[in-house]
């Protein structure tokens, strides 16, 4: 059994096909110097550019037609990226200063962005090498005689699991209408472009092994637990069959979840909780629909920027897309938190200097304060697309009240100039901020006087709470939101915004898991965000439970001291309360 992180629900077995990671093996090639034979490799270079586009374009119009818009977003973003200035005049410049052949310079200067976005300390920013990657590859391609097309698996016969070192977009896409029932690869998370693309596919997915290209080969027959993270490479009989019934129960489990989306995440004793979607692209909203979540309790408006990038989008780009979600969401509300990124290489023209720390230095509301415009343009957008339906404001990584006041200044200073140019907005949308910085769960009764909601973001307050890195292996068993502290600061934090009477939800990862569900509504949670696909599984606890019950076992565990402690009792609990075994592992 080989142990990695599920990304995506279900069970598979089938086949592996391995894919050998794309190795193209360059060595410098040096050109003439004179002028002909240095704009002969540029005009090569620009003819890739052009044949890259144009397959990327072809891809595109083929999701749209199949129906996978969200998807075929990804793909205009690389076709964005293909006209990045920075990156072709990158290329261009050292053709014509070192005299190398335009391959040579693509491999380089790709390279050398790839590396530094690695160094960043943001899972979201590092997960977007993978795009960067296909992109030069495709390039590549087009510039080296290669017979091998990664967006091309051969003909496939029987259900087949897939097995890479990584995976691109491309190639995930084109999983659709294939034998493939799965895929394991080694680097990725659960917010790449692959892991989203296989939840929307609905193929059972795990990401995080160590060296699996190596140790498993084509051939080897495999059972992908995408609930688990785990795969039995070669199982005896026995185990197929048992892997076989599971993936049945876990079918036949999954339909009759489904069947509850249209009824209310109510308890049994009659209290209403709300569960709405966390999503990056409007288009998921089908996604949403389909899986019964009543609005989105985050957008990420951070997929904008990385669309437009080295550029920043334009207030009209903010507003279409900002109205699009707003009409999409009716009748229920969207949150849209503002601009969370900051020490990465897509906004180099914005930031000063490199960043030796990134997640602790200026990004979300620190980069927004400092540059000032870039959040005007974003909030003139927010405000008017408003009254196009029900929108929210979201302010990320707040640490304390002077830094939220700042933030509240400069929007009344733009609902101020909106008003003077006679360009109607929404005067009563309602503000809220992001806890997710442990000072601002400390003063979290401060901060309740200022806002009119709170979204708990608890990767980040879990990772700063407990100073650990959830993107390292080695302390990963250290990153645990059971641990007593985390416990005790969610109690504060809603506690002091039902007092102020505000609204208080929950949007990191921890609402999605069902061995959590109990314990959130014991501490007085009632709306929940989450990926679209755990809305029926939450929903399923929900409608399985009493909020006394709920009270009872967070009064129960209050008193405990390991995180191990808390875990082994709330699992006792669900197991004894879900006999189907199922509930605890669909997270």
């Known amino acids: 059994m080989l142990r990695g992180l599920g990304v995506s629900a279900g069970i598979a077995y089938g086949r592996a096909l391995v894919l050998d990671p794309l190795k193209f093996v360059l060595t410098r090639k040096s050109i003439g110097a004179d002028k002909k034979s240095v704009n002969a490799e540029v ?17 595109k119009s083929e999701l749209q037609k199949s129906g996978s818009a969200d998807h075929a977003e990804i793909f205009e973003a690389h076709i964005l990226l293909l006209k990045d200035p920075v990156i072709i005049d990158a290329v261009i410049a050292m053709i014509r200063d070192e005299l190398v052949a335009a391959e040579w310079a693509v491999q380089s ?10 160094t960043v300390d943001d899972s979201y920013i590092r997960e977007r090498v993978s795009d960067l990657k296909d992109i030069r590859d495709r390039l590549l391609r087009n510039l080296v005689d290669s017979d091998f097309d990664p967006d ?4 496939l016969k029987e259900e087949t699991i ?8 491309s190639q995930t896409v084109s999983f659709r209408d294939r034998f493939v029932v799965g895929f394991a690869v080694e680097v990725g998370g659960p917010t790449s472009h692959s892991a989203i693309i296989a939840k929307s596919l609905r193929l059972p997915a795990a990401v995080g092994f160590t060296d699996i290209v190596s140790r498993i080969k084509t ?10 993270g785990t795969i039995l490479v070669n ?18 489990y ?5 069947s509850l989306k249209d009824v209310p995440a109510e308890t049994l004793d009659g209290h209403r909780i709300n569960l709405r979607a966390n999503i990056e692209l409007v288009d998921e909203l089908d996604d949403h629909g389909l899986f019964g979540a009543e609005g989105v309790g985050l957008y990420r408006s951070e997929f904008l920027f990385l669309r437009c990038s080295p550029r920043l989008p334009t207030e009209e780009e903010h507003f279409e897309v900002y109205k699009a979600l707003a009409e999409r969401s009716k009748p229920h509300f969207a949150v849209i938190r503002t601009l969370d990124l900051g020490g990465e290489k897509f906004f180099h023209e914005v930031l000063e200097s490199n960043e030796m720390n990134p997640v602790m230095g200026l990004r979300a509301i620190r980069l927004c304060l400092k540059r000032k415009d870039l959040f005007r343009t974003q909030l003139r957008a927010i405000l008017q697309a408003g009254l196009h339906g029900k929108l929210r404001l979201m302010f990320p990584l707040i640490s304390g009240v002077r830094e939220l006041r700042v933030a509240k200044m400069v929007l009344d200073e733009v609902r101020e100039d909106l008003h003077r140019e006679g360009k109607p907005f929404d005067e009563k949308m309602k503000i809220g901020i992001m806890i997710e910085v442990p000072s601002a769960a400390t003063i979290a009764d401060l901060l309740a006087r200022e806002v009119d909601f709170f979204s708990i973001g608890t990767n980040d307050l879990i990772q700063y709470c407990l100073a650990t890195d959830r993107g390292n292996d080695s302390i990963a068993h250290l990153y645990t939101p059971l641990h007593p502290a985390i416990l005790r600061t969610l109690k504060f934090v809603v506690e002091s915004a039902n007092n102020a009477h505000i609204d208080v939800s929950m949007c990191g990862e921890m609402a999605s898991d ?3 569900a109990l314990i959130l509504l014991g501490l007085g949670l009632r709306e929940l965000s989450m990926h679209p696909t755990a809305v029926p599984i939450i929903k399923n606890v929900i409608r399985s439970i009493r909020i006394r019950e709920a009270k009872s076992l967070v009064n129960k565990i209050k008193d405990f001291t390991t995180e191990q402690e808390i875990r082994e009792y709330v699992l006792e609990t669900m197991i004894y309360k879900f006999p189907k075994g199922l509930i605890c592992q669909l997270h």
């Not at 199982?235 to 036949?252: F, G, R």
């Open 162 to 169: 897939v097995v890479a070192r990584a995976l691109s977009p």
């Open 43 to 59: 005009t090569r270079f620009r003819q890739a550019l052009k044949t890259a586009a144009r397959d990327l374009k072809q891809i």
């Open 152 to 155: 091309r698996l051969p003909e």
């Open 254 to 258: 999954a339909e009759e979840l489904l």
């Open 109 to 118: 200067v790709f390279q050398n962005t790839i590396t530094a976005l690695g």
């Open 219 to 228: 051939g080897d027959m495999l059972v992908l637990d995408g609930n688990e």
């Open 235 to 252: 199982p005896s009989p026995t185990m197929i069959s048992e892997a076989k019934n599971k993936a049945l129960k876990y079918s036949d």
């Open 514 to 516: 069902p061995l959590h």
